[in-house]
Structure formats: structure tokens, C-alpha cells
């Protein structure tokens, strides 16, 4: 074999020399005589900049993160009464057995600053129709402290939620609840700013006494704004009256502008017996189960509805976060229905898992009579989120 160069091989436009030792360099080069690439400044560069961007992803990944991420949490029947006994229990009256299941629901929410959760976790939730992110500031506080008072606001609005759930249900079932109207505080756009003191107790309206908050409620919806009102008031043990007009509350409808801290005397008690759940978003849920549970009829029939929404004592649903998230976990848990409050409608139309029916209640009666409703099969004429919204 000579050094000569032979032909190229068919279909090749290169010429090549017999295989040599490499004289050093590129080896490639050397071998098959090919000119050695040129490489710009501009590519260099380009090419340091990807690898310095792969690094910093693939570091950013592994590092815990500065979000919280949620998800659809857990769902629990409240009138669930198994061998580990009633989630609701009530003592004081007489109850019956239902049917049928009444699912509150959650959103689980995990600590993205922890080393488990990392930065490639946000980005999946951020990306996941079934998640959100969120700073974990927002969520858990920025210290430990604020953190502990999070909490604490919310085991509190947990308690005040199912007492306000078990008024709520005595006057949906026609039995008053006597309540002490304590003002707790006035607000600067009352006309009783300056009138009413907070600790004042509130005893009757134009020679009407207040029995129970529902009364009261009843008092300031029957009048009208600019209406001067006579309240008959105990402050420092002594009774007096003062005069103070409704105002506006914004919407067209009279208010007092008054907080009042009521002290309910309950002829009943009710144990909730689930310590992993916070905040007021249950309410409605628990309204109904103590309903379920003192009434002889079998509302449900067998259905499963699940829902949230918090609840007054005055019976009104309230709005709350993460709806698209509850319900999915409601689907996921096996209901066929779902309560939502008016308010949330706008962010349910949209987002409702295929198999979810979600019906919109505005206050306990539109919720009780849904329940009974489904659980007869007579659902055509229920209100839809749809159609709220519409």
C-alpha cells in the first residue's frame, strides 16, 4: 500500500488517505484529513452561556424553593359514623340516622421552603392545572412567630365556624338561639360612631327586644337607610337609650356599622371530631350535617354531595379560595354533586371536573333545599353556577 491518495469512494466527495498515527491535535482531523472548524467568539460564548444556564436549572431544581404549593386536599363525610365513631356528634336532642354522604372539602398546602419541596416542584404545580404556587410568606408568615399566629387565627375561625354552623341550623330548623349582643367594635362610617362603646350591650330596638341575634338581623333588614333607630343599651350595669341612623352598607341595603360579638346559648352541643382542618370554609358543610342529623327525613336518600363555603349565624354562604382545587377533590373522593357559594361562581364555571354536577346556594335554605332536592331526583330546576354567572 502506497501514501498516494486513492479515489473516492461512489457517492463520496471526499478524498481519503490510509489511516495514520495521529501526529497529535484533533484526531479526528488527523485521520481523515478534514479542516479543523473555526469557532467565533460569539459561539464560544453562546455555548458557555447554555451550559452556566443548564448548570443553574439543574441547581435551582435540587433547591428548596420560596413557595408554597397547594393542591386538592383531603374530604371527609360529616355524617360519617363508623367504628371509629361520629366525625359530628350531638348531645342535647334527639337524633336520626341519615344516608347519604355530606363531604366538607380541602386544599392541601405543602411548605415549598422545605428540603423536599424544590424549585423543580413549583414549576410542576405553577404548570399543573391541579396545583397553584403561591410565596410561602402569604401562606405560612415570614417568621415563626407569625407563622404560630396563622395558625392559631385559624384553629379560631375553625371553632367559630362550627358554632356559628350549629346556629345557624337551630333558626334554619325553626329554633331561636338567645344570644348576649355584645358590641365589639363600631366602625368610622357609622352614624353609632361616638354613640355605641364597645362592650355596650345591645337589649332592643324600638322597644323590641333582642332575643337572639336573628333580631336584631331582622330589625336593621326590615328598615331603611337614614331610619333612626332606638336602641336600648346596658353599659356598666345600667340601662339607657340611644338614638343612631342605618347607613349605607355599600350595596343599597341599611347596615348599623356595628361589630357584634354575640354569646350564644346553645341548647345543644356538637363535637367535631377532625383536628387537621383550619379556617371557616367549612361551614356550610357542618350547617347541614347537624341539620341531616336532627331531622327525621332522609334528605340525601343515598347521594353524595360534597361542598364549602362558610357560614354566619345568620345562615348567608360565604365565599372562599381554592374552589377548582375542592372540587376536584370532591370528583376524586366519589361525590356526584357539589355546593358552591354564589360568590365563587365566576372561578367554578370552567373548572368543573367532568362527573361534578355543582349547584350554587347563596344561603342555608338554597343549600338544604338542594340536598333534598338531589336526594329526590328532582334536580332540573336547581340553580347552576352556569347560570349565576351568565
Known amino acids: 500500500m502506497t501514501d498516494e491518495t486513492r479515489p473516492a469512494r461512489e457517492g463520496s466527495t471526499a478524498e481519503v488517505a490510509p489511516p495514520r498515527e495521529p501526529a497529535g491535535g484533533d484526531v479526528f482531523a488527523d485521520l481523515y484529513q478534514v479542516e479543523r472548524p473555526v469557532i467565533t467568539r460569539r459561539e464560544r460564548l453562546m455555548s458557555v452561556t447554555g451550559l452556566v444556564t443548564s448548570a443553574l436549572v439543574a441547581v435551582m431544581a435540587l ?8 393542591g386538592p386536599g383531603p374530604t371527609y363525610d360529616t355524617l360519617q359514623n363508623d367504628e371509629a365513631g361520629a366525625l359530628v356528634s350531638i348531645s342535647g336532642a334527639e337524633t336520626f340516622e341519615p344516608s347519604g354522604e355530606l363531604r366538607l372539602t380541602t386544599v392541601s398546602v405543602q411548605d415549598g421552603g422545605s428540603q423536599i419541596m424544590t424549585m423543580g416542584s413549583v414549576l410542576r ?70 354613640v355605641l362603646e364597645k362592650d355596650d350591650i ?22 331603611t337607610i337614614g ?18 341612623s342605618l347607613v349605607d352598607n355599600g350595596f343599597g341595603e341599611p347596615m348599623m356599622g356595628v361589630y357584634i360579638d354575640p354569646e350564644f346559648d346553645l341548647p345543644i352541643d356538637v363535637e367535631v371530631a377532625i383536628d387537621s382542618v383550619g379556617g371557616p370554609s367549612a361551614g356550610l358543610m357542618f350547617t347541614l350535617a347537624i341539620m341531616d ?20 349565624s345568620t345562615g348567608d354562604v360565604g365565599a ?32 368543573i371536573p367532568e362527573g361534578l354536577s355543582v349547584v350554587a346556594v347563596e344561603d342555608i335554605d338554597d343549600a338544604y333545599d338542594a340536598i333534598v332536592a338531589i336526594g329526590a331526583g328532582q334536580t332540573a330546576s336547581l340553580p347552576t353556577c352556569e347560570a349565576v354567572a351568565g
Not at 153 to 180: C, D, K, M
Not at 227 to 243: A, F, K, M, N, P
Not at 327 to 342: H, K, N, S, T, Y
Open 320 to 351: 372562599i379560595g381554592g374552589i377548582d382545587l375542592k372540587m376536584i377533590g370532591a370528583e376524586r373522593d366519589g361525590a356526584d354533586w357539589f355546593l358552591a357559594p354564589v360568590a365563587n361562581c365566576a372561578e367554578v364555571v370552567g373548572h
Open 125 to 194: 404545580g405553577y404548570l399543573s392545572e391541579g396545583q397553584y404556587t403561591t410565596p410561602r410568606e402569604l401562606v405560612f408568615g415570614t417568621t415563626e412567630e407569625e407563622a404560630e399566629q396563622q395558625q392559631e387565627q385559624s384553629r379560631q375561625q375553625w371553632v367559630t365556624s362550627q358554632e356559628a354552623a350549629t346556629v345557624s341550623a337551630l333558626e334554619a330548623l325553626g329554633t331561636e338561639v338567645p344570644a348576649v349582643l355584645e358590641v365589639a367594635e363600631v366602625a368610622p362610617e357609622s352614624d353609632a360612631f361616638g
Open 293 to 312: 342529623l336532627l331531622t327525621e327525613e332522609d334528605e340525601l336518600n343515598g347521594a353524595a354531595v360534597a361542598g364549602t363555603g362558610t357560614m354566619n
Open 63 to 70: 433547591l428548596p424553593s420560596a413557595y408554597a404549593i397547594g
Open 227 to 244: 331610619q333612626v333607630l332606638t336602641v336600648t343599651i346596658e353599659r356598666d350595669g345600667s340601662q339607657q337609650d340611644v338614638d343612631f
Open 202 to 223: 345591645l337589649l332592643a330596638v324600638d322597644g323590641e327586644g333582642l332575643d337572639g341575634f336573628s333580631d336584631l338581623t331582622a330589625a336593621v333588614e326590615s328598615g
